[in-house]
């Protein structure tokens, strides 16, 4: 079992940047991949970034160039740098892991919300 704690959401103003942080504790070294989810108001939950445990990336075409996924084995985290937020980039974004077992956990989501 895992369990994922995220922070580092808050507000910013468009343009500006903001670094989320996803720890990992449990049973980590069964993860395969971690990744970073987002979910706005009235919208479905939706892919941002995800990274494997050999360090392969992938994103979104949204944030393609702005947002930057990165892993640390050894302090069992996953970010998420956020560049140039624009105002649709607002939304409760969720740390997951992917399992070697073909389970996934979740954590319990940071808000992020970009003003004018």
């Known amino acids: 079992q895992v369990q994922l704690v995220e922070s580092g959401g808050g507000l910013v103003q468009a343009g500006g940047s903001l670094r989320l942080s996803c720890v990992a504790s449990?049973?980590?070294?069964?993860?395969?991949?971690m990744g970073w989810y987002r979910q706005a108001a009235g919208k479905q939950r939706e892919l941002v970034a995800t990274?494997?445990?050999?360090?392969?990336?992938n994103y979104a075409d949204s944030v393609k160039g702005r947002f930057t996924i990165s892993g640390d084995k050894t302090k069992k985290t996953v970010s998420l740098q956020m560049n140039s937020l624009k105002l649709e980039d607002t939304a409760v974004y969720y740390c997951?892991?992917?399992?070697?077992?073909?389970?996934?956990?979740w954590g319990q989501g940071t808000q992020v919300t970009v003003s004018s």
């Open positions: 997951k892991a992917d399992l070697t077992l073909g389970t996934s956990y």
């Open positions: 449990g049973s980590p070294f069964l993860i395969n991949a």
């Open positions: 990274i494997t445990r050999g360090g392969s990336t």
